[in-house]
């Protein structure tokens, strides 16, 4: 697998690719947000291709002092291979180019597989924090 930056004209595959993996979709998955994530975040949007075809994405976000991890997602016809761990591990070193030395994700709590996945990364389930949101 190839890792490269994502670029807008993937956005129609990506989503697709989200929308595969059961990903929950709102409003800060259109194309004008995304765009905006893009061009706050260089270098940490990554794709992961074979034969040109996108079979893995990432969305990293820098607040400054911390990294975030967005919709990890890899085509179910090439999960279970290592991919999502590689483009995972990319975006940690990039992430380290930043001086991010904690990263926080936030993952549906019917998602355990998932859960499972980051474990095996070295991730740890935080039992501190209540996540709360505001849409204004």
Excluded: C
């Excluded at 074979?50 to 990293?60: F, K, L, S, T």
């Excluded at 607040?63 to 990319?90: C, N, T």
């Amino acid at each position: 697998m190839k890792i490269e930056d994502f670029t807008m004209p993937y956005y129609d595959e990506v989503l697709s690719l989200w929308k595969r993996v059961g990903l929950s979709i709102g409003f800060s998955d259109k194309k004008a947000e995304v765009q905006k994530m893009l061009e706050r975040n260089p270098g940490l949007f990554l794709i992961g291709k074979i034969n040109d075809r996108v079979i893995a994405v990432v969305e990293g976000g820098y607040d400054g002092r911390r990294g975030y991890v967005h919709h990890l997602a890899v085509d179910p016809e090439f999960q279970k291979k290592g991919y999502g761990s590689k483009i995972m591990l990319d975006l940690t070193q990039r992430f380290r180019q930043y001086n991010v030395y904690k990263i926080h994700l936030f993952i549906e709590k019917d998602r355990k597989k998932v859960v499972s996945f980051y474990k095996k990364l070295g991730w740890e389930k935080r039992k501190d924090l209540i996540m709360m949101s505001l849409i204004p």
